[in-house]
């Protein structure tokens, strides 16, 4: 009896379909909209220099809900032209999506990857 083994070992995506990196897409949006305001000093407490001031939230607790944009207050936000306040222009409806997106996939700092492996046992005679 003859086997044959077949190993499919680490296959990785860089980026699935649809799935949003937050270092590189929603930090982005933050940068240049929001830090000016929201960095370490801001009277709400809520900062938005980095991924783990964001998941921390504000003074009032945690501004997103993970799995879950519209419940999330940093997108009611957003959304509805409260923030960015006063002149400065309110974020694109794409940026808007982009940050539901990126709630709605989980409110991950990091890429979802697969990986999986495949043993294919072929018997011959």
């Known amino acids: 009896m003859k086997k044959v083994s077949l190993l499919l070992l680490l296959l990785y995506y860089n980026?699935?379909?649809?799935q949003v990196n937050y270092n590189t897409q929603i930090q982005t949006i933050f940068n240049s909209n929001c830090i000016g305001c929201h960095g370490s000093n801001h009277n709400s407490g809520?900062?938005?220099r980095s991924f783990e001031s964001v998941i921390a939230g504000s003074n009032s607790g945690f501004v997103i809900v993970p799995n879950n944009h519209a419940n999330s207050l940093l997108w009611q936000k957003v959304n509805s032209g409260a923030m960015p306040p006063g002149n400065?222009?309110?974020?694109?409806?794409s940026q808007i999506s982009l940050i539901a997106d990126w709630i709605d996939e989980g409110a991950l700092n990091e890429e979802k990857t697969a990986s999986?492996?495949?043993?294919v046992v072929v018997q011959g005679t």
Not at 15 to 18: E, F, H, K, S, T
Not at 88 to 93: F, M, S, V, Y
């Open 116 to 119: 999986f492996s495949l043993d």
């Open 15 to 18: 980026i699935l379909p649809g």
């Open 88 to 93: 400065n222009p309110d974020l694109t409806e």
């Open 46 to 48: 809520l900062d938005l």
